[in-house]
């Protein structure tokens, strides 16, 4: 069983290719997706920009995603703990450190692996360009 984790606010060509990427390392793929509270815990109150059950729901009408489950905490962790995976994959912006929940994964016997990262299309980046472009036509 592999999983991975995150927002997923606004789905992007980096999302698709962690997704597919992770669910190539296993059997099935897990999508752990962020509650709508513990995203504005994380990222602000201006966030999420979607709803939780809408995120959630075009995860799990991708092909490579066999189930999708939301979380309240500000890490996956505790979900983890019970879930057990084989992998857990995070994409490669996490590399600059060690993420939290990569205790619980190993001390179950799992791995953590770094999937690839698409620079220039995270989440918080289109936000920002999208803001800087509504700047320029107003």
Same mark, same amino acid.
């Given at each position: 069983?592999? /999983?991975?984790?995150?927002?997923? #606010?606004?789905? @992007? #060509?980096? @999302?698709?290719? !962690? !997704?597919?990427? /992770?669910?190539?390392?296993?059997?099935? !793929?897990?999508? !752990?997706v962020n509650s709508d509270a513990s995203v504005r815990r994380l990222k602000g109150q201006s966030r999420p920009l979607v709803p939780a059950a809408q995120r959630a729901a075009l995860l799990a009408a991708l092909r490579c995603v #066999? /189930?999708?489950?939301?979380?309240? #905490?500000d890490t996956p962790a505790p979900v983890l703990e019970g879930l057990r995976p084989t992998v857990w994959v995070k994409g490669g912006d996490y590399a600059h450190g060690r993420m939290p929940e990569a205790e619980v994964v190993e001390r179950h016997g799992?791995?953590?692996?770094?999937?690839?990262?698409? /620079?220039?299309?995270?989440?918080?980046e289109l936000i920002e360009r999208a803001a800087d472009r509504r700047a320029v036509l107003s």
């Open positions: 069983m592999v /999983a991975t984790g995150g927002v997923f #606010d606004v789905l @992007h #060509d980096g @999302h698709r290719q !962690l !997704l597919e990427s /992770a669910r190539a390392m296993g059997d099935c !793929l897990i999508v !752990l #066999d /189930a999708v489950m939301v979380f309240d #905490d799992g791995q953590v692996v770094l999937g690839p990262y698409l /620079a220039g299309v995270s989440t918080t």
